[in-house]
Nanobody, 122 residues
Framework: QVQLVESGGGLVQAGGSLRLSCAAS????????MTWFRQAPGKEREFVAA????????YYADSVKGRFTISRDNAKNTVYLQMNSLKPEDTAVYYC???????????????WGKGTLVTVSS
């Protein structure tokens, strides 16, 4: 059974940091692109960052560039999202997803996690 399990969310003050994890299991993800999305209350889902598992190439939304870093640990089959200089507008449920292509819309992703809540207080 394929699973993506996010963890690491929580409450943090503006300017603080959090590291999210996405533990992947149930199949080989070496050919996949792992993507973080987020959805704030009352808003549409938004692309955050992506990494291609095979070569580590990354892509970021302009809103998080320079503050967030996506990475992966092959041995642990885990993708991370290091979030620094957090802002209240970063408050959202963060989802990890896996697909065979780069996408900023989320369409065509094969697997999704259930999400982890990040709350940034001002």
């Amino acid at each position: 059974q394929v699973q993506l399990v996010e963890s690491g969310g929580g409450l943090v003050q503006a300017g603080g940091s959090l590291r999210l994890s996405c533990a992947a299991s149930g199949r080989t993800f070496s050919s996949y692109v792992m993507t973080w999305f987020r959805q704030a209350p009352g808003k549409e889902r938004e692309f955050v960052a992506a990494i291609r598992w095979s070569d580590g190439n990354t892509y970021y939304a302009d809103s998080v560039k320079g503050r967030f870093t996506i990475s992966r640990d092959n041995a642990k089959n885990t993708v991370y999202l290091q979030m620094n200089s957090l802002k209240p507008e970063d408050t959202a449920v963060y989802y990890c997803a896996a697909g065979l292509r780069w996408t900023t819309t989320g369409q065509g992703m094969d697997y999704w996690g259930k999400g982890t809540l990040v709350t940034v207080s001002s």
